[in-house]
């Protein structure tokens, strides 16, 4: 039996949300509301938004000040002033690195022992946080990097195409890795007809092995123009194929969620599909709730299914049929 609890608040910016004695007209800190967007099941928050600023939130929420949280995933602005609905994103170099170590030790704090955290951010600002999160005793296990092609044109310099996705994990407890819920054909399966890989030693199921560390292929492009995944005014929507692996990979069923980015809500939608518990909080009222919607709407497609036709990017020489495992 589900029950929906609260509403956003109405749109509002006041001098409340722009305190913290920065220039009021651009420099967003703290923001507060009690504003949330509930489903419970049983009595349990199956899904939860509060809107706000993050860093308040991070210190209030019971589950994040009980150090409960299984899983951060973080998808932060990267201050490149994008139009956001209600975060203003351009800030003075300084005050933005303090208001990243400020989000990114909350989430230290919030998460259990052993829980993991996922940061998605580009080359500005990665090695500043690595260096926080390794001075702060947390372990890196994988410096993914994100690769798309797509909308990137730059005459002046090589043309980024990649963002980072920093995986690390707090130590004192049990990490969770699941590599079967994530694996993927192989090249040696998919584009080499190297017949080895039918037999492995590993554990892993024939033809199958572990995503290497570079993310791209199908369904892990830009969501933009008229990608069925894509959600109008929303900016720097990620792929709900990413979170699928974020989630999969370093979740059970059952575990708690957190994002304290929430955006379009792309992070919500599948730890709520997935049977995972999540909290999102998002400065912007509008895009809480639009997210809360496309998270009670579901995923664009089926998760979870094993990817038999793995990410090559070599012309198949000759391909091996593989068993779905
Ligand atoms: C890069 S977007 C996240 C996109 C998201 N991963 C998705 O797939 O849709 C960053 C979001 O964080 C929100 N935001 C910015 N500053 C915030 C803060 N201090 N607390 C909470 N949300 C914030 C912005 O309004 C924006 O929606």
Known sequence: MEEIEGKPSARKRTAKAHAAGLDPARAPSIARTDSRLEIKTEGKAALRIHVGDCRPLLREIPECRGRAVDLIFADPPFNWSVPYDRWEDNLPHNEYLDFTYEWVGLCCDALRPGGALWVNIPDDWAAEIVLFLKKRG?????????????????????????????????????????????????????????????????????????????????????????NKE??????????????????????????????????????????????????GTEFSAE??????????????????????????????????????P
């Open 138 to 226: 947390l372990a890196m296990v994988n410096w993914c990097i994100w690769h798309y092609r797509f909308g990137q044109n730059n005459k002046s310099r090589f043309i980024s195409s990649k963002v980072h996705v920093l995986y690390f994990v707090k130590g004192g407890g049990t990490h969770t890795w699941n590599p079967f819920d994530i694996a993927e054909a192989s090249d040696r399966a998919t584009t080499y007809g190297d017949k080895r890989t039918l037999s492995k030693k590993d554990g892993m199921p024939a033809g199958m092995r572990v995503p290497m560390d570079v993310w791209y292929g199908p369904n892990l492009g830009r969501v933009q123009g008229n």
């Open 230 to 279: 894509r959600r109008s005014r929303h900016h720097n929507q990620l792929p709900e194929a990413y979170l699928e692996r974020v989630v999969l990979s370093t979740s059970n069923p059952g575990d708690l969620v957190v994002d304290p980015f929430l955006g379009s809500g792309t992070t919500g939608v599948v730890a709520h599909a997935l049977g995972r518990r999540f909290i």
């Open 287 to 324: 895009n809480a709730a639009s997210a809360f919607e496309r998270i009670q709407a579901g995923p664009t497609r089926p998760l979870g299914l094993p990817n038999t036709t793995g990410s090559a990017i070599f012309k198949v020489r000759k391909a091996l049929s593989i068993a779905t």
